[in-house]
């Protein structure tokens, strides 16, 4: 039975999956070339420095490009050797199914850390917050019933209470004055 390979970018790749990301990062470098301005070799270091730091390329296709800007710094005299970060090859070095298992493993170091949690003690703390939440809260619906202060529940009728009052003893006063003014008068 014959093996069947793609062709990305003049490599060779066993995997579907590996090809389809190196046309991935064949696309990237066309988009790079295409923006990177290269009479400006500080900005090219700058790129290819941060390209690097956040691992874009892991394929043949990528690591070439980044071997080509390689070369090119080397070449400009006033930039270091040591501003320019050396290529990372572990992926060209490995099977892609190592790779994938490295990059696998923090993940799953993760997951145990995350099932030696003690829920017990997250079950006790989430409810004593709830516990005093709801005693925070009756003791608000307490203190807003016992108070003899206008709220937005009863305030329109404790004004009207009030008024109501008023009027009242308006009324009483000004029965006082006719009856003393009657009295006057007679």
Do not use: C
Request: proline share 4%; aromatic share 10%.
């Amino acid at each position: 039975m014959k093996e069947k390979y793609y062709e990305v970018a003049g490599f060779s790749f066993a995997e579907e999956e590996v090809a389809k990301r190196a046309k991935k990062e064949a696309e990237g470098v066309s988009f790079i070339k295409a923006k990177i301005d290269m009479e400006q070799p500080e900005k090219v270091l700058q790129i290819y420095n941060r390209t690097i730091e956040e691992k874009v390329f892991k394929t043949p296709v990528g690591i070439s490009y980044l071997y080509e800007l390689q070369q090119y710094l080397k070449e400009i005299p006033y930039i270091e050797a040591s501003m320019i970060l050396p290529i990372p090859a572990e992926s060209l070095l490995m099977g892609e199914n190592e790779t994938k298992e490295r990059e696998g493993k923090p993940q799953n170091d993760r997951k145990i850390k995350q099932k030696n949690i003690d829920f017990r003690k997250r079950y006790q703390t989430t409810f004593s917050v709830a516990v005093a939440l709801f005693v925070m809260v009756i003791a608000m619906f307490a203190i807003t019933l016992t108070s003899n202060t206008p709220t937005i529940l009863n305030y329109e009728n404790k004004l009207i209470d009030r008024y109501e009052h008023w009027e009242q003893e308006l009324n009483e006063r000004e029965q006082e004055l006719d009856e003393r003014e009657q009295k006057l008068n007679s």
